[in-house]
């Protein structure tokens, strides 16, 4: 099976917090399936630090997605034309954005829901962004992930998505 995943925010140096945890599980899922294929996808140059098992290959398809505009671009053109080349059966992404023009099967892991009840700590545009295209995100995806049964409850009253579509990925010490 090939597994494309979505590592546009992995730096080396700076995995603090979500980048720690989102590190993490991904090092466990390529250790625990050797048998797998995995394309760690980066919008630009990653560092050499980050340690790959011999099951990653990475790929680096910009551009740099500094912007909404540019994640618009790089998800629902960029990555659409990597998971056809690399003939991908599955995509994760987990930063809560995923493709909207690719019929493979996501997975999304939904980390962040602030924009909800404080958008005023996004910039204007990520804000509507978010409030805007979630909503397609979350229907697209084929299975979801969250880190809490608060924000599994949001996404199913909010939403409208069952409950059994998403399951808890707890953080760990």
């Not at 720690?20 to 630090?49: G, V």
């Not at 500094?66 to 056809?84: D, S």
């Not at 880190?147 to 990925?169: E, L």
Request: hydrophobic residues 40%.
């Amino acid at each position: 099976m090939i597994i494309a995943v979505n590592t546009r925010f992995l730096d080396a140096g700076s995995t603090e917090g979500s980048g720690n945890y989102i590190f993490e599980c991904l090092s466990r899922l390529t250790e625990k399936y050797p048998q797998h294929q995995f394309l760690y996808l980066f919008d630009k140059p990653y560092s050499e630090d980050l340690a790959f098992k011999k099951n990653v290959i990475p790929v680096v398809t910009g551009p740099v997605t500094k912007n909404t505009l540019l994640w618009q671009y790089w998800f629902n053109y960029k990555i659409p034309a990597v998971l056809h080349k690399y003939k991908a059966n599955v995509f994760i992404s987990m930063d809560g954005i995923c493709s909207l023009r690719t019929q493979v099967p996501q997975f999304l892991l939904v980390q962040d829901l602030s924009f909800i009840p404080f958008p005023q700590f996004f910039k204007k545009a990520q804000a509507r962004f978010f409030r805007k295209f979630t909503p397609g995100f979350l229907a697209k995806a084929k299975c979801i992930a969250t880190v809490s049964q608060f924000s599994r409850s949001v996404i199913t009253d909010r939403y409208n998505i069952p409950s059994d579509k998403i399951n808890v990925i707890y953080g760990g010490v």
